[in-house]
């Protein structure tokens, strides 16, 4: 059971605009969500982070959205630029038990 | 600078010897730390939870007396592979909770078992 899904496993966006990378969770308990950018071989860089109780956090060009009541996050990124191709992966756990469930990534390319 | 550090980002055994791999908090104490496991092309999958002074949790599938796991200290955990087999090759990370709701990654481990 996938309780965290990504389902565009790929996505290209022109340098400058606006990157959108969607995620959908099934399970209501979770109450703290991460995004991570992963390049291979590397281990994950953690990006933003979002508790159940807000709607919005911004960190610079990352912006994360939430809306509980469609069980669905997505994180902004403007304006894009190259460095930002990697894969992205959405997070969440529990609070208390922080064992992170993770979505299977979204490829990113940001095309000059 | 980084939170979570890993050792060796690299390893090459021979099939049948072990290899430990080593996570280590920086400027922080971790109580918990997590072991992943990536597969090519695929999303990071939970190995254990490993708690400081207890044993660790292990997921379901994951075999205990295969990957040993000790949380030595308050900043730093150990992944034994034990017996090691080539289709143990793959890529390894650790995490740690800090400040409580964020959780840093090591940079990960790539073994190779020939």
């Known amino acids: 059971d996938q309780q965290v899904k990504q389902n565009s496993p790929s996505l290209s966006v022109q340098e400058g605009r606006i990157s959108i990378l969607n995620c959908d969770y099934t399970n209501s308990m979770f109450d703290y969500f991460l995004w991570y950018k992963k390049y291979p071989a590397e281990g994950p860089t953690f990006l933003i982070s979002i508790s159940s109780i807000k709607d919005k956090n911004e960190d610079g060009r990352f912006t994360v959205f939430l809306n509980k009541s469609a069980k669905h996050l997505s994180l902004h990124i403007v304006p894009s630029q190259p460095g930002d191709s990697a894969v992205y992966f959405c997070a969440a756990f529990i609070q208390g038990a922080q064992k992170l469930v993770f979505g299977q990534g979204t490829r990113l390319t940001i095309n000059p | ?114």
């Open chain 2, 1 to 114: 600078g980084a939170v979570v550090s890993q050792h060796p980002s690299r390893v090459i055994c021979k099939s049948g010897t072990s290899v430990k791999i080593e996570c280590r908090s920086l400027d922080f104490q971790a109580t918990t730390m997590f072991w992943y496991r990536q597969f090519p092309k695929q999303s990071l999958m939970l190995m254990a939870t490993s708690n400081e002074g207890s044993k660790a949790t292990y997921e379901q599938g994951v075999e205990k007396d295969k990957f040993l796991i000790n949380h030595a200290s308050l900043t730093l955990s150990t992944l034994t592979v034990t017996s090691a087999h080539p289709e143990d090759s793959s890529f390894y990370i650790c995490s740690a909770p800090r400040q409580g709701n964020t959780i840093y990654f090591g940079e990960g481990s790539w073994l190779t078992v020939v």
